[in-house]
């Protein structure tokens, strides 16, 4: 069974009295731990379609469905909730609170979301600082780790409540090629050893072939749907 | 709960200097608020003592009627001696009541023989009124000490001797129309004199109740009021209530009530001024919750403003609405409660200064009255809940907004 599925999916912003289409009717599915890429350039829709998939936004139209929940049925409430048990998220900017450790970052979720005890707690944290390599790094706060040392802490905090999706918006946007390449690599081996589904958005050639499945995005509709339409015209 | 006050402690010295700011506001407010309650509470209290204790008792009672005419000082409203028999015996029962005074009042002339003038005279039993008006005796500026006056006796006010020139040990003659109309006199030694509380104008002066009703050629034992002093003045009102309750059941043929029950502000124009101190005791609490409100909203809306990406970021990992609701609302708690102790403590401290310094004042006609401000413990209570309830609500805005944002505006926010 997919972990995400999509079909028809509409997306359209309303700004003043326009319409605005930012996601035209794709359909696609996402196997679990699988490593996938939305890739297109700006404005093309990546960021719109993660935003739904992670319960943030809901469809215009069509049907979207996370771990068999259709997420348009979730209210506020109902989403955040899904969100907290079920899917991680990577942020470009990392998005670390400032006035936490490391440790307490990567704690966040266990303790102000899913409230688990706090020696279990702590276990867990520990596990995937240990994963990530940043073990060492703990007792900092986010402004004294570098960039790359913040998104190993951001994948940690994704991690951390073992979720069954990750969602990472152009998480290697503020990364040199090398760090990205690495959080990149961390990343796969996170799959392979948490069995995550990893769904990220990137408009770099040069880490979308990173990615084990691709789905290009361009105006808004994936590019298999536009090859599919233009070989109906033909 | 702990782990929600944690993160929000730390919010809060993110901006120290912005916390400081704010918790300085909360402590300057409530150590003026605070010490204005000490100070002006203590100068109401014993301003009230002085007439209390000096002059008016706690309470009185009177016939209906009496207060309503009260400069005259009628002889025909006078309590029969039937009527004062059920008063003191109503007062006996009420378990709150210390002890009390009959007086019988009448205005009369006052001679020294070579210049006459009014005086308005009280009749007491000596033992009862010191009693009920223990500082009535301290302000005996000339005589000897010992029974209030005895009978024979006067006791007469400053102002009347150094105008009549008369001193201890003269002779003089009150003379007095009777309910009939009839005038009757009667010579008095001056045994003492009286110091006024209020300023010019006094003119009350003490002879012995027998002398009065003797004077007043009454056929009873008739009085005029009776002054009730309580064990413990902050149950005047309940007191009040019950008096009447027990009282208003004393009726006349017409089934109307004979009897009127006064507490002392009903008596004293300086009331007012008693209420004068309540309303601007009132009117700085007000200006205290506007600056915890202003200055805790405003810091509030500026945490909120500048965490905006913060905010979506929590939300968009899964943090419930009431979660980041309670981040920011703790936020709010934790300036109010940290500015309330810190300015509990401090005005604590300053009401201990000022009774250490102990600095005097003049009241009326009393010099060197030592200023001595104390706090009732409900006084901290009430001050110290109002802050952190208002600090709350301060919050309430801003934490209501952060947790109903948009994740994904949030997250876009530069």
Known sequence: MALISAELLVKTYRVGDIDVPAIKGVDFSIEPSSFVAFVGPSGSGKSTLLNMIGCLDHPTFGTLKVLDTDIATLDRRAAARFRGEHIGFVFQDFNLIPVLTVFENVEYPLRMVQKWPAEKRRTQVLRMLEAVGMSDQADKRPDQISGGQKQRVAIARALVSQPKLVLADEPTANLDHDTAHRVLELMKKMRDDFKTTFVFSTHDPKIMGEAEIIFTLEDGRLDSDIQQEELGHA | ?414
């Open chain 2, 1 to 414: 709960m702990l782990d929600v006050l944690s993160i929000a402690s730390r919010n809060l010295l993110r901006y120290r200097r912005r916390t400081l700011l704010t918790l300085l506001l909360i402590v300057i407010g409530m150590i003026a608020v605070l010490l204005f309650i000490a100070v002006a509470g203590s100068f109401k209290s014993m301003m009230v003592s002085q007439f209390t204790d000096s002059v008016l008792g706690h309470l009185q009672v009177h016939r209906k009627g009496y207060v309503a005419s009260i400069d005259n000082l009628p002889l025909n409203l006078n309590m029969k001696p039937g009527m004062v028999a059920k008063v003191e015996e109503a007062l006996k029962q009420n378990a709150a009541v210390e002890t009390w005074s009959p007086r019988v009042k009448f205005g009369g002339m006052f001679s020294n023989f070579a210049e006459t003038t009014s005086i308005r005279v009280n009749g007491i039993d000596s033992a009862r009124e010191a009693a009920t008006t223990p500082l009535l005796a301290s302000r005996m500026i000339e005589g000897e000490q010992g029974a209030l006056v005895g009978k024979g006796q006067i006791v007469i006010p400053v102002l009347l001797a150094r105008g009549m020139k008369t001193k201890i040990g003269d002779t003089v003659v009150l003379v007095a129309t009777n309910r009939d109309g009839s005038v009757n006199g009667k010579t008095f030694v001056v045994r003492g004199i009286l110091e006024g509380i209020s300023g010019p104008g006094g003119r009350d002066g003490y002879i012995h109740i027998d002398d009065a009703r003797d004077l007043l050629r009454m056929q009873e034992a008739e009085v005029s009021e009776i002054a009730i002093r309580l064990k413990d003045f902050s149950r005047l009102g309940q007191v009040e209530t019950q008096l009447k309750q027990v009282l208003g059941g004393l009726t006349n043929k017409e089934g109307k009530p004979v009897l009127d029950v006064h507490t002392w502000a009903d008596l004293s124009p300086f009331s007012s001024l008693a209420k004068m101190i309540d309303l601007m005791t009132l009117f700085i609490k007000i200006v205290l919750v506007s600056i915890v409100l202003v200055s805790v909203m405003n810091v509030m809306i500026m945490a909120v403003f500048e965490r905006i990406r913060e905010i979506g970021t929590i939300a968009a990992i899964g943090t419930p609405p009431s979660r980041i609701l309670s981040l920011f609302l703790a936020e709010g708690l934790m300036l109010g409660i940290v500015g309330t102790v810190a300015g509990t403590v401090l005005s604590l401290a300053a009401i201990f200064g000022i009774n250490l310094w102990r600095p005097t004042f003049a009241f009326g006609q009393q010099q060197n009255l030592v200023m001595a401000p104390t706090i009732a413990t409900g006084d901290v209570l009430t001050i110290a809940v109002l802050v952190v309830v208002v600090a709350i609500i301060a919050s309430l805005q801003p934490a209501w907004k952060a947790s109903r944002m948009d994740p994904i505006s949030a997250l876009r926010h530069v």
